[in-house]
């Protein structure tokens, strides 16, 4: 394939012409997926492409674990928390020899993010709901009866 420059501008070109919207840096391509940041990268006959977003601090253990799950459901994306620790990075890679590679794998793989992205807030929806389950207060057994009406025995 032709050097990295022409390549990216050969990709930045044919997502414009399909609607992408992209923004061309010097060293990646910026555009979005789902209201999120994406780039686009080309090294050495790999495009890679990747998803950035936020981890909400509060959940940040519900978040790895909701990752973790992603990644065994969605075997071609996968999840990096970034250094800072505060955003994490779902990543797709393909080999792309040309232009009809990038053009027949691009929308594939765009896809592929799109459903980890999915199954990520489905995980997380879950985890939530299920930690909120666990953390509710239960009544103890004797403010439970009062509140019915039930009164126990006294064993003596």
């Given amino acids: 394939m032709k050097n990295r420059s ?3 501008r050969n990709i930045f070109r044919h997502m414009m012409e399909n609607g992408y919207y992209p923004v061309y840096e010097q060293t990646h391509i ?3 997926i789902d209201d999120n940041i994406a780039v686009v990268e080309y090294n050495e006959d790999i495009v890679s492409v990747r998803l ?4 909400d601090e509060d959940s940040y253990d519900l978040f790895l ?3 973790n799950m992603m990644m065994l459901k ?20 393909f080999i792309c020899d040309n232009m009809r590679d ?3 794998q691009f929308p594939r793989i765009v896809g592929r993010l799109k459903e980890a992205l999915n199954v990520h807030k489905a995980e ?7 930690s909120e389950v666990v953390s509710a207060t239960i009544p103890a057994t004797d403010d439970y009866a009062a509140g019915i009406g ?4 006294v064993l003596s």
């Fill in 74 to 93: 969605t075997y071609v994306i996968k999840p990096v928390i970034l250094d800072d620790m505060t955003n994490i990075m779902f990543s797709g890679e």
């Fill in 52 to 55: 950035f977003f936020s981890i």
């Fill in 150 to 153: 039930i009164r126990h025995k």
């Fill in 30 to 32: 910026q555009f979005d």
């Fill in 102 to 104: 990038f053009k027949r």
């Fill in 6 to 8: 022409q390549q990216l």
């Fill in 65 to 67: 674990e909701a990752s």
């Fill in 124 to 130: 997380m929806k879950k985890l939530i709901i299920a």
